[in-house]
């Protein structure tokens, strides 16, 4: 079962999320930081959305990402993640994926 569920060819509703340290639990505070949204089917390694996400509130790690037209055109299940790229360079992604099923319309 996936974590989420959209409909083939939809724009909305943004996806919004607040990344927390897997061992804390506590928010990541995004000052400064770049945020990537990746989103791409299992079995593929190419990522159908390769995005740079809002930040909506650096400070509480939350993060927001826009569906662009064709983003959710293919049906089907997809893993998600967020990339985090801090100010010196070093760069992480949130583990585990998100899974997000597109079902048709």
Not at 16 to 40: E, I, N, S, W, Y
Not at 65 to 71: I, R
Request: aromatic letters at 8%.
């Amino acid at each position: 079962m996936a974590d989420i569920t959209l409909v083939s060819g939809d724009t909305a509703p943004d996806l919004t999320a607040t990344l927390t340290f897997k061992d804390t639990g506590d928010p990541v505070d995004l000052t400064d930081c770049d945020v990537r949204f990746q989103m791409r089917k299992p079995d593929d390694r190419r990522y159908t959305v390769n995005a740079v996400a809002d930040l909506v509130d650096e400070n509480a790690g939350t993060v927001s990402y826009s569906w662009g037209p064709n983003d959710l055109s293919v049906p089907g299940l997809y893993q998600a993640q967020w990339t985090i790229t801090y100010p010196d360079g070093k760069i992480e992604t949130t583990d585990p994926p998100h899974s997000i099923e597109v079902r048709r319309q």
